[in-house]
């Protein structure tokens, strides 16, 4: 049966929402979509790109896996669904954005860090999150720490995924070239705080001058279940 919910959020799209934007969904069946942004974030219940934010239709466009991460630009294998939509973006949409959104309390990263058992024969969580092996290895052991290592561990594996984007011919071209820019942002689920990286010194600051210090995304709230 179909989950209830989903229908009574759907009454709800239909009675309230779709009214009111009526025109702006009409504008994108007959115009098509061209965001100007595109968001590589995780899977993450907790994390929604629209929600934090505030996008309407048509102004994001968003790939979500594990742990928001960008493999490196390779031609072998069969499925590269993130890569594909990274294509789709830069070549077909021409965002002149794209954002690796992290956040607090990843369970993929903590899933990394704590050498977790396979859920299932197949490893795919393990051998998905292999690709932060690089961050991992900067940083060093945790040493029992993971408090204090996680959130350094997230940070690195935005810092990781950007790396991995340039690695892509049509990306780094375009970056190269002005036309396309790269950034890394962090958010504390608890806090509701966005870190965003400085492209100069690579810290990870607060991108609305008001909200608290750089160190309240860390807050014990975020330190409960995954």
Known sequence: MF???????????????LPRERGRFEALAE????PEV????CCDSRVSPEVIFDASPGELFVVRNVANLVPPFETGGDYHGTSA???????????????????ARCGGVRAFADETAPLSPGDFIGRWMSLIKPAGERLGPHNGNLEEYLP?????????????????P?????????????????FGVATGVLLVRDPETGE????????PE?????????????
Not at 38 to 41: E, H
Not at 88 to 101: G, P, T
Request: charged letters at 25%; glycine letters at 8%; proline letters at 3%.
């Open 31 to 34: 115009k098509g979509q061209s």
């Open 170 to 186: 049509c990306v780094r071209i375009l970056v190269e070239r002005g036309k396309l820019e790269l950034h890394g942002a962090y």
């Open 214 to 226: 750089r160190v309240s995304i860390f807050s014990a709230r975020d330190a409960g279940p995954l």
């Open 3 to 17: 989950p209830q919910r989903l229908t009574d959020g759907y009454r709800a799209f239909v009675d309230e929402r």
């Open 152 to 168: 350094r561990l997230e940070l690195a594996a935005i810092e990781n995924s950007l790396k991995n984007l340039m690695t892509f």
């Open 204 to 211: 990870f600051k607060p991108v609305v001058d008001n909200m």
């Open 38 to 41: 595109m968001v590589i974030g």
């Open 85 to 103: 939509a990274l294509e789709f973006a830069v070549q077909a949409l021409r965002v002149k954005h794209i954002v690796v959104l992290g956040h």
